[in-house]
């Protein structure tokens, strides 16, 4: 797993992966992408990919949506998943996932753009 | 100290024809004539805010229309929270004498303003925009993560959880100006449409139109005073990614604050006021304040505990669930309510005491928390 600052595209810039930060300063990660780790302040986290490995922590099936967009795949299984790198996002999965199961994410279109999507992991 | 002087509530539903401000100044009047004030008594106002009307400067366009030029003024923004937020701030500002008498008001034509549609919308916005938001969630969707995990920790189930539909329910029918009039049963519950499962229909909040404001004063205006005793807030994350576990949310930190604050225990609270956006969000408020044993807030509900003539009366208007969601005035009906049963006002709904009540307001997911005791002084 290499690190990097330069800012590695994720699904929520349209690349097919999944990124979280790593703070060198205090050890702590983080999902959501800022500029300073906000468990110590320092600058600049590194950068990683995250595996798409994980486990079902919660699960909501979506069955009314508010645009035409998302209504067009209603029902949608909405899931948190705490990753094997350990941090939770909140992801689309199969809808008969449940919680606890062991999981992996591709990348599935929805609503005009590519989003993470888990299904439970082959063994 | 401070007094929740007066209070005003409108009917929630549709209120045809009604804009935000027209609900914001009726419920006003009816709070500062039900304090036995003037408008020009008013020297502070504390407002909420609009989603069918945004502004950035609610309060004072609020003053200008109802026509009141106070000292001080702004409008509050914490979500669900935003009714007791505004209390509690209320209650610090005439304590230390920088006014002395406040107007909280909110007032919203939700249901009659926009389509459910762009309110549903407006209200996923609480949402991460760039983690959460695009994979298409609801409010009810965020509650439906929290729930399931929830039920996977406690054991709770979906029929555990339509027991606090029922229980609003019951409680709307006894108040005329509650959304709804019809009484509903677990099979009714359980069969209403999937939104956000384990949610159905009947474990949501509606979105209404209504309004509700109240007065917090230096001093008492009438024979009967109900006094803030103490509250106190937690913030714990925004987004429901981020929250801690179950085991650490904001409400567990806010009334451990609010108990050291006021200088009481749960033991002595006689009515409760608590923020009821789903079923879910009711069950675990109550037992993370401690209102119920971790898992057995249902089994409460079905043994009377919670209804009007039970051991700790709670939300006997309704509650979201039932009188209605109009935004921020939604909670404030909680407390409204709260003041006409310490007041002895409630006709109908009254319980037999009301000395020391305990309110909770919850905003975002789980995400900002106010709790609060108010004291009846005779």
């Known amino acids: ?123 | 100290m401070s007094f929740i002087t007066g209070v005003g509530l409108t009917a929630y539903g549709r209120h045809e024809g009604s804009s935000s401000l027209d609900l914001m100044s009726k419920a006003a009047s009816l709070a500062i004539a039900d304090a036995g004030l003037k408008r020009s008594d008013i020297d502070g106002i504390l407002c909420g805010y609009s989603t069918v009307a945004p502004h950035i400067m609610l309060a004072t366009v609020f003053a200008e229309h109802f026509g009141i030029r106070p000292n001080y003024a702004h409008a509050v923004q914490v979500g669900g929270a935003t009714g007791l937020a505004m209390t509690m701030l209320a209650h610090h500002l005439v304590e230390s004498r920088v006014v002395r008498h406040v107007l909280a008001v909110s007032g919203e034509n939700r249901l009659t303003g926009q389509s459910r549609d762009a309110s549903i919308l407006a209200l996923a916005q609480v949402g991460h925009p760039d983690y959460e938001v695009p994979l298409g969630p609801t409010i009810p969707a965020y509650y439906g993560l929290v729930a399931s995990r929830y039920m996977h920790e406690y054991g709770v189930t979906q029929e555990d959880l339509a027991e606090f539909a029922i229980l609003m329910r019951a409680h709307a029918l006894t108040h005329p100006g509650a959304q709804f009039h019809d009484a509903i049963t677990v099979a009714d519950v359980m069969a209403s449409k999937p939104v956000a499962l384990p949610l159905k229909l009947l474990d949501c909040c509606p979105v209404s139109d209504g309004g509700a404001a109240f007065v917090v004063s230096r001093e008492r205006t009438g024979e009967i005073g109900v006094r803030v005793l103490g509250s106190a807030q937690a913030h714990t994350h925004q987004h429901v990614t981020a929250a801690p576990a179950l085991s650490g949310l904001g409400a567990e930190i806010a009334i451990a604050r609010a108990k050291e604050a006021a200088g009481v225990a749960i033991s002595d609270v006689r009515y409760a006021a608590v923020y009821d956006s789903f079923t879910i969000t009711l069950a675990m408020l109550l037992e993370d304040l401690g209102l119920a044993g971790r898992g057995e807030a249902a089994s409460r509900v079905r043994s009377g505990y919670f209804s009007r003539d039970g051991k700790m009366p709670l939300n006997t208007h309704g509650g979201l669930l039932s009188y209605g969601h109009c935004g921020v005035g939604g909670a404030m009906a909680h407390l409204v309510e709260t003041q006409l049963q310490m007041t002895g006002r409630a006709g109908n709904r009254q319980v037999r005491d009301a000395s020391i009540a305990l309110l909770h307001g919850d905003g975002g997911v789980l995400s900002s928390h106010v709790s609060m005791f108010l004291e009846r002084v005779r």
């Open chain 1, 1 to 123: 797993m290499s690190g990097n600052k330069q800012g590695l595209a994720d699904w929520t810039a349209g690349a097919e992966a999944i990124v979280y930060q790593f703070c060198a300063a205090c050890g702590s990660l983080q999902y959501f992408r800022r500029s300073f780790c906000c468990v110590c302040g320092a600058p600049d986290p590194d950068e990683r990919c995250a595996s798409g490995e994980g486990t079902v922590y919660a699960t909501s099936l979506v069955c009314r949506a508010a645009t035409p967009e998302t209504r067009a795949h209603v029902p949608y299984n909405i899931v948190l998943v705490d990753t094997v790198e350990g941090f939770r996002m909140m992801a689309l999965g199969d809808n008969d996932l449940s919680i606890g199961d062991r999981v992996t994410a591709r990348f599935a279109p929805f609503a005009g753009r590519l989003v993470p999507y888990f299904a439970r992991t082959k063994s």
